[in-house]
């Protein structure tokens, strides 16, 4: 088993326990908090996974253009002189998972399109990212806490994760 496997079943573990914490100590605050970090820093590694399969897949350059190694590798790509550069060149956390997924589904034969960024469960996914913002760089105090109604995105936001991305990818 790789590292970075190993990785995401720590990462998912942590947010299992958080959740079970949660449960059993509702509008906790700091629990709520903590959730709404771990569960991010899954996603996150998730990501980082997917994109190690990718490149270890043994036709890599044959599935990946130069474009695509440059992304997966995070290095920057010029494009003139087509190159992969040494300069390390990160996505934003929206392209980040949409790149992350789709290059895992191309890896493995999957249709990338057939993949669900579109719709209510993607918005509440990019709003849930949001409120992750709000908590990680607070401004004012009322940063630090939610709503029920703003927990309850956090909360679709994990449904869609795992029906839409673990599920049809992580099997």
């Not at 990501?47 to 990718?54: N, T, V």
């Not at 920057?76 to 992350?100: G, P």
């Not at 004012?140 to 029906?163: N, Y």
């Amino acid at each position: 088993m790789t590292n970075y496997i190993k990785l995401v079943e720590k990462l998912d573990s942590d947010l299992e326990a958080v959740g079970k914490l949660l449960l059993h100590n509702q509008r906790n605050s700091a629990l709520e908090n903590a959730y709404v970090r771990t569960f991010f820093s899954t996603v996150e590694g998730c990501m980082y996974a997917f994109r190690q399969e990718a490149i270890a897949h043994k036709d890599f350059e044959t599935i990946f253009d130069l474009a695509e190694q440059a992304k997966l590798k995070e290095r920057k790509f010029d494009k003139v002189r087509q190159v992969i550069k040494k300069e390390s060149n990160h996505l934003r956390f929206k392209e980040s998972v949409k790149f992350s997924c789709k290059c895992l589904a191309k890896s493995r034969g999957i249709e990338p399109k057939d993949l669900g960024f579109v719709g209510v469960g993607w918005d509440n996914f990019l709003a849930a990212n949001d409120i992750r913002d709000q908590l990680t760089h607070p401004k004012q105090i009322e940063d630090l806490t939610l709503d029920v109604q703003t927990f309850e995105i956090i909360i679709k936001a994990k449904v869609w994760f795992k029906e839409q991305v673990l599920q049809r990818l992580v099997v």
